[in-house]
């Protein structure tokens, strides 16, 4: 193909540039939180589907994910489409780029795919914000047999490596007796109080722990009038660490935490996993270096370590992805200092000139690693 496969992957994603800004913008003005995003699982394939891909809806029965696949070679790459947006502040993460960025990786892929040896699949991956999508499709069979898995994910500024923390996500309530607070407070089981006692006991924890770790949630439901003593509260709380092995050790001294509330107050106490702990991520070096030089090429900058490349260790369930088969997962800047991930200034950020360019440079630097991985294969085996 005149001018190798890389120029033709560009011009193919450059051609669909407004698609996919469109895709990105109309995801962007449309949030939809984890389990929900019915209107972006719909939005998010059509490009695919048109341009020839063989689309998969409700795919293992996730009726919020699906899978897009074209070709038959014998590199496989998996591109994952994130599409969920936090409650409360839309996409603050800018998933909307992930999903569109993955989809303009796979359309200029198909273009070479016979020619570079590969099968393009893009995963469409729900509930990456605390509900673990990609571990339930892992559990169900997805990714099996895989090559490479990758996505890029909006941040302040370029970061290659990700180092996100293990982390588990529960649901905690407490369950008490309500009673009139100013006639009869003797008769009450205060469940407020025992969230209270429970973030004293996390608060005087956080000394003794490692520096490494994060203990953070918020408290979603603490009673319903002031003359009533509250008889039910409920919170969502994180416990994050460096592994999967460290979380096992550290989480159980957050839950005693919370039991102790329930001692104190006399309440009932009720924990449920949100879902599977995410696991820490391990990245494919050699994908890795493909995307650093691929990115390069683009003119894109890498930042150096410090506050504002911070993003890289944050929390996602593709670090369980890479425990199964190779991966990368790279940051790219949308330009939005001081304003960072899960900030309403953030979200603002996710679209506009900046955050296409980005889209653009992500979907090409993506597809171009693609590319790179399947000539690596095949020269391997010769």
């Not at 913008?25 to 020839?52: I, K, S, Y």
């Not at 407490?174 to 429970?198: L, M, R």
Request: glycine share 10%.
């Amino acid at each position: 193909m005149r001018g190798g496969p890389k120029e033709a992957v560009q011009q193919t994603v450059a051609r669909h540039a407004e698609e996919l800004i469109g895709l990105s913008e109309r995801l962007h003005a449309d949030p939809e939180t984890a389990w929900e995003e019915h209107r972006a699982a719909v939005a998010v394939p059509e490009l695919l589907d048109r341009a020839g891909f063989d689309v998969t809806s409700s795919y293992l029965g996730l009726e919020t994910a699906f899978l897009a696949r074209m070709g038959e070679g014998p590199v496989r790459i998996a591109l994952c489409a994130e599409y969920d947006a936090l409650p409360g502040l839309g996409h603050a993460c800018g998933h909307n780029l992930i999903a569109a960025s993955a989809v303009g990786a796979a359309l200029g892929l198909a273009t070479v795919a016979e020619e570079a040896g590969l099968t393009v699949e893009v995963y469409g991956t729900p509930a990456e914000e605390g509900g673990g999508g990609k571990i339930e499709m892992l559990d169900r069979g997805a990714f099996a047999g895989v090559d490479l898995a990758m996505m890029v994910h909006p941040a302040p500024v370029d970061v290659a490596e990700a180092r996100p923390f293990a982390v588990s996500h529960s649901k905690v309530s407490y369950t008490g007796k309500s009673a009139h607070a100013a006639a009869y407070p003797e008769a009450g089981i205060n469940a407020a109080d025992a969230f209270t006692v429970a973030q004293v006991a996390i608060g005087l924890l956080r000394q003794q722990l490692p520096a490494s770790a994060r203990v953070h949630g918020v408290v979603t439901h603490a009673g319903d009038a002031p003359n009533a003593v509250p008889e039910r509260s409920a919170g969502r709380w994180y416990v994050r660490a460096e592994t999967l092995a460290e979380l096992a050790e550290l989480e159980p001294r957050v839950m005693r935490a919370f039991e102790a509330g329930a001692l104190a107050t006399g309440c009932d106490l009720e924990i449920e996993p949100e879902s599977k702990p995410y696991a820490e991520f391990r990245a494919d070096e050699t994908a890795l270096e493909h995307y650093r030089t691929n990115a390069l090429a683009l003119g894109r900058e890498f930042a150096p370590p410090g506050q504002a490349a911070r993003m890289n260790r944050a929390s996602t369930d593709m670090g369980n992805v890479s425990q199964v088969v190779p991966a990368i997962h790279p940051y790219i800047g949308v330009g939005s200092l001081p304003a960072t991930n899960h900030q309403r200034e953030f979200a603002a950020h996710c679209v506009g000139g900046t955050a296409q360019r980005a889209l653009l440079d992500g979907a090409t630097a993506l597809a171009w690693t693609a590319v790179d991985r399947s000539a690596s294969s095949r020269k391997a085996a010769t």
